[in-house]
Structure formats: structure tokens, C-alpha cells
């Protein structure tokens, strides 16, 4: 009887100890894994930061190009928006690198593309070089702008192309693939001691 009774009386601290070490294990596994996503976010951040920042810095500034002429050029308006008055597309890139030369003193410089305007009836020529672009009312054929499009070169800074379109496919892969890892750690980091808490007031 009296070794029934010690028995009976051991237990409840046997089992309150039980409980204690499985505690202490959950909230060390825990910790583990913080330490180590810890050290995750920490290096991918600093190796991140650069291309975060440069594609931060980008994007503010694309975000702002059409409202600032001095990133990009205020787009202007021609006499007619009807196409059957247009002038021929190669007379109007004729024109256009006519009034490069004459405006700038540029020539040689190869065209990149021709875009047109419809509601505003005019056609805007960029060049490969320089970010030059040359407005022209498409109905007259008269120059209404020569400027640089300075987003241009920003919009190659930040998509990675101003060194190759190899760099770019890698760098936007890296960026987007960093970003999702850097938020999935720090949502552990926010998320494991919460639990750690949780666990220790239980």
C-alpha cells in the first residue's frame, strides 16, 4: 500500500516534467529554424539591396515620365487625325532624320521604331542612339519636336537590358525570385515567435 501511494503521489511531477522538456523542445526547434531563416533574410537582403534599389529608384522615376518632360518629351498634336491625309511612312522617317540632322546636328543614326499617334495625329520617331526622338505631324510632315527621351535609357537600367537581354532575362528572374524568398522568410520571422510566445504562456 504505502508503495501504491508514493507511486500515486510521484506522478504528477513525473508527468509536469514530461511536459516541461517536450516544451523546451518545441520552443528550441523553433528557435532553430528562426536562427536560420534569421540568417537567410539577413544575406539575401544585403545581396538584394543593390538591384532593389536601383529598381526602386527606376520605377519612381518611369512612374513619373509622362507627367515630366524632362524624362520624356510632352507629346504634341497634328493637324489630322485622318489617315487618308497622312504623309507615306518613308517620306515621314526622311523627315524625321532630317530634322535630327538640322536640329541637332546628328545624322547617321539609325532608326529604332516609328510610333503613331492616331487621336493625336502626329508620329513619333526614336533612334537607337542617344534616346533621340522626333515628333512630326503626320498629315504635313512638319517637325514639332526634337528631344531626348531620357526614360528610355531609365526603362533599360531598370529591367537589366542596358548591359544585354541575357542580364535582363537573369537579373528580373533574380529580383523576382529574391523578393518571393525575402518575404517568405520574413513572414517566419514574424510568424516563429509569435509561436514561441504562444508556447511558453501555455
Do not use: C
Not at 522538456?21 to 543593390?50: E, I, P, S, W
Not at 515630366?68 to 526622311?94: F, M, R, Y
Request: no cysteine.
Amino acid at each position: 500500500m504505502l508503495d501504491i501511494g508514493l507511486s500515486y503521489l510521484s506522478q504528477p511531477n513525473y508527468v509536469s516534467t514530461s511536459t516541461a522538456t517536450l516544451v523546451k523542445q518545441k520552443v528550441r526547434t523553433l528557435a532553430d529554424r528562426l536562427r536560420n531563416f534569421r540568417t537567410y533574410h539577413r544575406y539575401l537582403g544585403l545581396f538584394m539591396g543593390v538591384f532593389i534599389l536601383i529598381s526602386s529608384v527606376t520605377g519612381i522615376l518611369l512612374g513619373w515620365k509622362k507627367d515630366v518632360d524632362l524624362l520624356q518629351p510632352p507629346t504634341q498634336k497634328g493637324a489630322s487625325t485622318d489617315l487618308q491625309q497622312w504623309l507615306p511612312l518613308a517620306e515621314l522617317s526622311a523627315r524625321s532624320l532630317a530634322g535630327l540632322d538640322s536640329a541637332q546636328a546628328i545624322n547617321n543614326n539609325p532608326i529604332d521604331r516609328i510610333e503613331a499617334r492616331l487621336d493625336k495625329g502626329i508620329v513619333k520617331t526614336i533612334f537607337k542612339e542617344g534616346s533621340w526622338e522626333v515628333q512630326l505631324d503626320a498629315s504635313t510632315g512638319k517637325v514639332l519636336s526634337v528631344a531626348r527621351r531620357h526614360s528610355d535609357w531609365i526603362e533599360k537600367i531598370h529591367d537589366g537590358s542596358i548591359i544585354s537581354d541575357l542580364f535582363k532575362l537573369i537579373s528580373m528572374n533574380v529580383l523576382g525570385l529574391g523578393l518571393l524568398i525575402l518575404s517568405v522568410t520574413g513572414f517566419f520571422l514574424w510568424f516563429y515567435p509569435r509561436q514561441i510566445r504562444k508556447i511558453k504562456s501555455e
